[in-house]
């Protein structure tokens, strides 16, 4: 199925405002909740770690829910749009804690309003990736496809890792607490609006026609097609060690750049400089190297330059004073392994629909593009 030009960029433009949320909340939460509002870090590991295990039996469940779905939208649209303006709502109410809660009401708050950003989130992220494979065939279609919402999609979570620190005392209008408090509720307000226009543009720009009617199969079926799908399996593994990597960088880092390096406001030109990186490497290296080499050459080599940046980084526990260009020399490695990750894992998994068809007579885009959701929030 041939898809034009308006459909890509209508497509990735969604990828753009629905990963600026996720990369807002997945990079802050731990900092919003412990630093500024005061919760004790072990209290949100602990919440953390119990959403991640409902996720287990959310995301799949999702998968299920949008394979059997009829609508005259199709299977993925309403559920796009509707994931989208309620995520939206979620993630600033996430950030804009009333200001008189404090102990156990406050935990509650932060309980409730953290499941359904998780829950919410799951409702558009896994139809917006699973309909890749609906509306593309295997080949260069498919993979101009990904490269270009991959491309988005790492532009967006990468903005509020850079822009972030920088805006917040802006926002906020100084650099207290109570300030950064407001700056965050203020930030996640933009977020949210800018992610329910772009979902907008999405939808109304994606096809109606679908490769596959949905199905009558039970959810039973369909999760034993999943189990028989060993390429699947096999990616979701492949998915939770790159993601893993990514979010502990991005987490530990900030930490690093303050009692390290001592000076926080470095972490905003290192991820600047990361994020380059790996646009770079998603619009220019990628499409070049897949002239001259197939995915798992490129992905192979991928890994290999991300085990250099981790061991150089590593290193660095030796190094007398640490700085922001020791850090970068290695962070390079690191970008270009996470943008090509980013383009080939959502390539794969889309090839794992097709295989999977292959091998059980069963085409289950949302079940399989659900295990993505779920190994990523996992990482």
Known sequence: ??????????????????????????????????????????FVGILLMVARIFDAFNDPLMGVVVAKTRSRYGRYKPWILSGALLNALVLYAMF???????????????????????ITYTLSDIPYWSIIPAITSAGSERESLSVFARTCSGIGAALPTVLTMSLIPILGGGTDTEHYRKGFGMLAAVIAIFYVITTIVTVRNLPN???????????????NALLKNDQALNLAAIIILFNSAIYMTTNLLLYMFQYDVGDESQYTPFMLVSGLTQFATMTVLYPFFRKKFSNRQIFSAACISGIIGYLGMTGLIFVTHMTLGKLLVWGVFISLANGIGYVLTTVFVADAVDYGESKTGQREESVVSSLQTLMVKLA
């Open 209 to 223: 026609n679908e490769l596959e009617e949905p199905r009558n199969s039970s959810v039973k079926d369909l999760l």
């Open 96 to 118: 804009e804690v009333p200001a008189g809660l404090n102990g156990s009401g406050l935990k509650a708050y932060v309980i409730i309003t953290y499941f359904l950003c998780g």
């Open 1 to 42: 199925m041939n898809i034009s030009a308006k459909t890509k960029v209508s497509y990735a433009i969604g990828g753009l405002g629905k990963n600026l949320a996720y990369g807002f909340v997945a990079s802050y939460t731990l900092y919003y909740y412990n630093t500024i509002l005061g919760i004790s870090a072990s």
